[in-house]
């Protein structure tokens, strides 16, 4: 039986019986028989590795030359699915929605596009092609409200015969959520079931802490997800799909969505750890068994890992899509609307978290860079720069001025000296606990408390009196901007306390250790701007070594603020040579 099968299939039933073996049993393998059945190890990991249908992720091969072919007959260009908030000025940062022009597909992960004036590499995954745009949007709609009763049926769901347009729009939309939302449960399910429970089984091959990486906090969103999932099959009306009122399952779990920002914070923690399994055989063959065993979607484990994080950002899409065709007098309309904003806020909260966790390690390289540093690193309290620039200090009792720098970061204001003949090189000379003084705004003229006529001046000042530093801006709009700094540290500090955020002592650790690493003892120090000053004098940068990682959307924003660490050091004269 077996010599009349087609040779590639009896290829693919020894990869199945390979990977089973791995996976049932939980101790040492005896492979010797089952290599002389199926071919060696090294044959099998090689096959894996070259196979040009299995075993990868989609999009690779033909579908790139299609791509091409149609991007060099200038009729393809791509919408985005979510906002991409780019990392470095290489990128090309857009919003939801906008359209694309797909200059270079030649990458199956990073492609080089162009929106308006502005070029750079964006991810693939964060578009949908579009081919042949001349057909508007709203015809393509009326196409779908005179299809078939067959063709709406495929769609999800009954319709009711001679339904209005935007009342079956509505219909299909509903189906659309209630669809995606159990196949997402499915596919948390496999990956809790399928990879994670086989992985505990093999002590061998992982650690806890190893599988706490890779996996992140999957298990509590599936418990999470299968409880939403339940609320909204009893808000379901299967016969009428759009008179379904499904707004308040959004609004009742609003804050349980938040738990998807642990998850997203991690998710490029996993992504390394993951891609140094992949390099030895024996994980690759596991995970491969894992997937075949639950009878998984071709798609490799960091593929199915990234899901968690595109499903947070597809939620104010299709509550977006929602509120478009529902009718303000639907009893749905309000409860739409007001989930589709907290949604939105959810995404923002996560997006902001994520900004703050990456700028941890700059502000720990900031801080290997300043010399003669003195008590608790600055990540002890604080995460992230708000502002900074030149003010002249002048303290009591000597009520003398001296030219500083001042760093405002949540929780404290760090003030250094420059160097003399290297205006690149600052000297650390204090700080100011931001949470035990007052922000007072002074009038020009003589000041009473330091006997000094002061211009531009503002004062920071203990609740006691004890303590009091009056600060001289150069220019009025300076002292402006500095006010309404310190407005903003303390709106970031009681946000924090609202929301719960947190640096934990382990990311702090890690942070302040790569930063020593890359300011070795002995060195020089000096601020620098980044790398990416280089790349923007060139017409084609170079492709981004990192993978593309889905962000966050950020619905209200088109792309995140500018680097706001990297912007308020580099733009300043004294930094640079």
């Not at 209005?164 to 948390?188: F, G, S, W």
């Not at 530093?469 to 150069?474: E, M, N, R, V, Y």
Request: charged residues 30%; neutral net charge.
């Amino acid at each position: 039986l077996v010599m009349t099968l087609d040779p590639k299939c009896c290829r693919t039933d020894s990869f199945v019986l390979y990977f089973s073996a791995l996976v049932i049993t939980d101790g040492p393998q005896d492979k010797s028989g089952l290599a002389d059945e199926v071919g060696s190890e090294d044959d099998l990991y090689n096959e894996f590795r070259s196979s040009s249908n299995r075993f990868r992720h989609p999009g690779g091969g033909g579908e790139q030359l299609a791509i091409n072919e149609l991007i060099s007959d200038g009729s393809v260009c791509a919408e985005a699915l979510w906002d991409h908030v780019t990392m470095d000025d290489q990128e090309l940062g857009f919003k939801a929605g906008d359209v694309i022009e797909v200059v270079d597909a030649t990458n199956k992960e990073w492609w080089w596009g162009r929106v308006l004036d502005s070029e750079g590499w964006f991810p693939a995954s964060f578009v949908r092609l579009r081919v042949n745009q001349d057909e508007p949007m709203e015809e393509y709609l009326a196409h779908l409200d005179g299809a078939s009763e067959g063709g709406r049926a495929s769609m999800g769901g009954p319709l009711g015969p001679g339904l209005p347009c935007k009342e079956q729009m509505r219909a299909n939309v509903i189906n659309e959520i209630m669809n995606t939302e159990r196949d997402y449960i499915k596919h948390l399910k496999d990956i809790c079931e399928g990879y994670i429970k086989q992985c505990r089984k093999r002590t061998d091959m992982f650690t806890e802490e190893q599988l706490r990486t890779i996996f992140g906090n999957i298990d509590e969103l599936y418990r999470f997800q299968k409880k939403f999932l339940k609320a909204l099959e009893k808000k379901f009306n299967k016969d009428h799909p759009h008179l379904s009122e499904i707004g308040s399952c959004f609004l009742e779990h609003q804050t349980n969505f938040q738990i998807y920002s642990e998850y997203c914070n991690n998710h490029p923690n996993a992504c390394v750890q993951l891609s140094k399994l992949m390099k030895i055989k024996k994980y690759v063959f596991f995970f491969e068994a894992c997937r075949l065993l639950q009878k998984m979607i071709d798609i490799s484990l960091d593929g199915f890992l990234l899901t968690p994080v595109q499903k947070i950002c597809k939620y104010p899409l299709q509550l977006a899509e929602l509120l478009k065709y529902t009718n303000p007098q639907h009893r749905d309309y309000k409860d739409v609307e007001a989930a589709l904003n907290a949604m939105k806020n959810v995404a923002r909260l996560i997006n902001e978290r994520k900004r703050r966790l990456e700028n941890i390690d700059k502000i720990a390289q900031w801080q290997s860079s300043i010399e003669d540093w003195e008590g608790e690193d600055i990540l002890s309290r604080s995460s992230d720069l708000i502002f900074s620039g030149d003010l002249t200090k002048i303290s009591q009792p000597q009520a003398k001025g001296q030219q500083r720098m001042f760093f405002l970061f949540d929780h404290q204001l760090v003030f250094c000296k420059k160097d003399l003949l290297r205006r690149d090189i600052l000297y650390y000379k204090g700080r100011l606990d931001m949470d035990q003084m007052q922000v007072v705004d002074v009038e020009d003229g003589k000041d009473k408390d330091f006997n000094v006529s002061v211009k531009n001046a503002l004062k920071l000042c203990s609740p006691g009196g004890e303590e009091v530093h009056l600060l001289c801006a150069k220019k009025p709009e300076q002292k402006q901007r500095w006010l309404r700094a310190f407005a903003d540290e303390r709106e970031q500090v009681q946000h924090d306390l609202e929301t719960g955020f947190m640096i934990t002592e382990v990311q702090k650790k890690q942070a302040m250790l790569n930063a020593s690493k890359s300011h070795p003892t002995g060195k020089p120090k000096a601020v620098t701007r980044p790398y990416y000053d280089f790349l923007l004098r060139q017409k084609h940068p170079t492709l981004p070594t990192s993978l593309p990682q889905q962000q966050v959307i950020m619905l209200a924003e088109p792309k995140r603020k500018t680097s706001n660490f990297w912007h308020n050091i580099g733009r300043l004269t004294p930094f640079k040579k």
